[in-house]
Structure formats: structure tokens, C-alpha cells
Nanobody
Framework: QVQLVESGGGLVQAGGSLRLSCAASGRTSSNYNMAWFRQAPGKEREFVSVIVWSGISRTYADSVKGRFTISRDNAKNTVYLQMNSLKPEDTAVYLC????????????????WGQGTQVTVSS
């Protein structure tokens, strides 16, 4: 079992930056591939980014490529999402997810989820 707790959300103006954190706890949580998803009101959950357990490979949604950076510190069991050049359309609840399986873009491939942190970008 892996427990995930997100933090770092908030209100920011368009063009600003935020760094989200996802603290993982549980047995061998550093072996898990970790992803960020987001869900805006009235919309389906959307893949944002994923990083494999070693940190070597990262994948991004086209909508955030070049603006967001995912990273992890396995010594701290924490995954980060650095978000720059934020846009109003980035407004959503951001959720952290973990899987021991090969990482993908579908939420169905992830076994553990955090509660989410709200990011609001004003225009």
C-alpha cells in the first residue's frame, strides 16, 4: 500500500509559477512510477506527466510540454511538478498517482491516488 499526499497548490496569476509536491509513504514507494493528472470542473481527468521510478524517463502531455517539469527525489519519497508560464486553462485539481506497472497516460493504469491540490490561475 502506498499513501500519497499532494501540496503546493494555490492561486497564481497567468504567467506565474507553482511547484507541487507529492509525498509518498508506504513499503518501497520509491519503486513506483509516479504521475500527475488534473481534473477541471465539468471535465474528465487529464494526464499531465509521468516519471519512472529511476527518474530516467519522463513523459508530458502536449498541453504542458515546455512549461512543466516533473522530477523526483527517492531519498525523500517525493515527486515534484514545477509549473511555469501558467495559463488560466491550467486551473484544476492536480492529483498524484502511483503504479508498479509500466507507466502510461490512462488513470486506469494507476493503483494509488492522492486527494489532490487545487491550482487556480487567474487571467
Amino acid at each position: 500500500q502506498v499513501q500519497l499526499v499532494e501540496s503546493g497548490g494555490g492561486l497564481v496569476q497567468a504567467g506565474g509559477s507553482l511547484r507541487l509536491s507529492c509525498a509518498a509513504s508506504g513499503r518501497t514507494s520509491s519503486n513506483y512510477n509516479m504521475a500527475w493528472f488534473r481534473q477541471a470542473p465539468g471535465k474528465e481527468r487529464e494526464f499531465v506527466s509521468v516519471i519512472v521510478w529511476s527518474g530516467i524517463s519522463r513523459t508530458y502531455a502536449d498541453s504542458v510540454k515546455g512549461r512543466f517539469t516533473i522530477s523526483r527525489d527517492n531519498a525523500k519519497n517525493t515527486v515534484y511538478l514545477q509549473m511555469n508560464s501558467l495559463k488560466p486553462e491550467d486551473t484544476a485539481v492536480y492529483l498524484c498517482a502511483a503504479t508498479i506497472r509500466p507507466p502510461g497516460r490512462s488513470g486506469e493504469e494507476y493503483d494509488f491516488w492522492g486527494q489532490g491540490t487545487q491550482v487556480t490561475v487567474s487571467s
